[in-house]
């Protein structure tokens, strides 16, 4: 299975600023996806990260609010853009290989808006 | 609206007995469905898939599907402390969904001693 990183680890943040969430995978991979999980909750799907273009957007999400690039097979940013309490969560990034069903997740970034 | 159902719990089970972990779905269309095991502050690890009606075997954890009924369960057998935690049911619509997941709120699972 892919070995997927995520810095930062933690944040926090003021209300009203942005932070940028990197993903590394040690592999190409076909498709890379972005959750969060609210405190308690389970795992909400934001988007897929697709390489060279636009991320496709779940409903709720915005790309104003969610901006993600992918440049490459290996690698996927999502910004979290003017922040506030609400986004305060653990946001995590996946991923899948090939023609494989298997989806495996990154550590997640663990964020809380001041 | 998809959806996929589980029971919050807490399920507590004895040391060496068999966790019974059950998952409903709402997409008729479903493909393709998932366990992941989630411990306090992790992220989540995969334990199995399965997508095809029937059981699949993999070490102590056995998957039944039974797409008649929309349901999905996961059975742990021998349950040892460790594997206390919270267990996540995701489903897969397929198609033009391909590798998007949805999940279930989750089961916490207790295995005392």
């Known amino acids: 299975s892919a070995v997927i990183s995520q810095k930062p680890s933690r944040d926090i943040c003021q209300r009203g600023t942005s932070l940028t969430i990197q993903c590394q995978v040690d592999s190409q991979v076909t498709m890379m996806f972005w959750y969060r999980q609210q405190p308690g909750q389970s795992l909400t799907l934001i988007a897929t990260a697709n390489q060279g273009s636009e991320a496709t957007y779940e409903s709720g999400f915005v790309i104003d609010k969610f901006p993600i690039s992918r440049p490459n097979l290996t690698f996927s940013t999502l910004t979290v853009s003017n922040m506030s309490p609400e986004d305060s969560s653990i946001y995590l990034c996946s991923a899948t290989s090939g023609g494989a069903l298997e989806q495996f997740f990154g550590p997640g970034t663990r964020l809380t808006v001041l | 609206q998809k959806e996929v159902e589980q029971n919050s719990g807490p399920l507590s089970v004895p040391e060496g007995a068999i966790a019974s972990l059950n998952c409903t779905y709402s997409d008729r269309g479903s493909q393709s469905f998932f366990w992941y095991r989630q411990y306090s502050g992790k992220s989540p690890e995969l334990i199995m898939f399965i997508y095809s009606n029937g059981d699949k075997e993999d070490g102590r954890f056995t998957a039944q599907l039974n797409k008649a009924s929309q349901y999905v369960s996961l059975l742990i057998r021998d349950s040892q402390p460790s594997d206390s935690a919270t267990y996540l049911c995701?489903?897969?619509?397929?198609?033009?969904?391909?590798?998007?997941?949805?999940f279930g709120q989750g089961t916490i699972l207790t295995v005392h001693p």
């Open positions: 995701a489903v897969n619509a397929g198609g033009t969904s391909y590798g998007k997941l949805t």
